[in-house]
């Protein structure tokens, strides 16, 4: 396990301030070591060329010059080895989905104690995956384990696996039902079922569910 191990990590962030904080907090922790930070996607691929590869980027959305989504994208075909945790500010579900489409581990908000982030980082390096409360305890277990106790595709409808698909695009409740052809209402029923089903709260959570069942593929 990692408990005794130091996770070696890199800060990509365009706020200086928010670097050099985060940095200061996390230098407190013996397990974790920062090599480097960098401003944007663009500084982080030079420095990756001079210094160890890390093994978790902790990764901001917003950037100028390359952004999270296509830095992540980069390191996930060029790294895929390396844990990327996606640094948000707002809990919404539009930009994290994309960070986890385009290769995200996960994600924290960057209000979050500095106790939260270590375990986050220590979660994302062990498993692969950290989803705080945004997926259940057994869905993140099932991620994690890469095992299912028994196949869960088996019990959903036709139209619940073709929402599941919608789920994973940009359109919104409204717009998948009528693409489905049904009601709001009907649609709120299969979010709620599946919600209920699968101990899922939230779209991300849906996303990650057809994800890591190969409903949806990216």
């Known amino acids: 396990m990692m408990e005794d191990q130091v996770i070696q990590i890199a800060i990509v962030d365009d ?3 928010f670097r050099q ?7 407190e922790y013996k397990e974790i070591e920062i090599l480097f930070d960098a401003a944007n996607g663009l500084e982080l691929k030079e420095k990756l060329s001079r210094y ?3 093994q978790v980027i902790l990764m901001d959305i917003t950037m100028p010059l390359m952004n999270g989504y296509e830095t992540t994208a980069w390191i996930k075909q060029n790294y895929p080895q390396v844990r990327v945790l996606a640094l948000s500010m707002f809990e919404e579900d539009e930009p994290i989905i994309k960070m986890l489409k385009s290769g995200a581990g996960g994600y924290i908000l960057k ?3 500095a106790s939260d ?3 986050a980082i220590k979660t994302i390096a062990t498993h692969g995956f950290f989803l705080n409360n945004l997926v259940s305890g057994k869905l993140l277990r099932s991620i994690q384990d890469d095992t299912l106790p028994k196949e869960p595709t088996s019990e959903l409808t036709a139209n619940e696996t073709k929402f599941l698909e919608y789920c994973c695009s940009e359109l919104t409740y409204k ?8 009601s709001p209402h009907t649609i709120d029923n299969y979010r709620e079922a599946l919600f209920q089903k ?6 991300t959570g849906l996303v990650m569910f057809a994800l890591k069942n190969n409903i949806a593929k990216f």
Request: net charge neutral; hydrophobic share 40%; glycine share 6%.
């Open 15 to 17: 706020h200086t301030l």
């Open 175 to 182: 717009e998948i039902a009528d693409k489905m052809f049904l």
């Open 111 to 113: 209000e979050s104690k």
């Open 21 to 27: 904080g985060i940095g200061s907090l996390l230098s």
């Open 52 to 54: 160890p590869l890390p």
């Open 117 to 119: 982030l270590v375990y």
């Open 198 to 203: 699968f101990d899922i709260k939230s779209r």
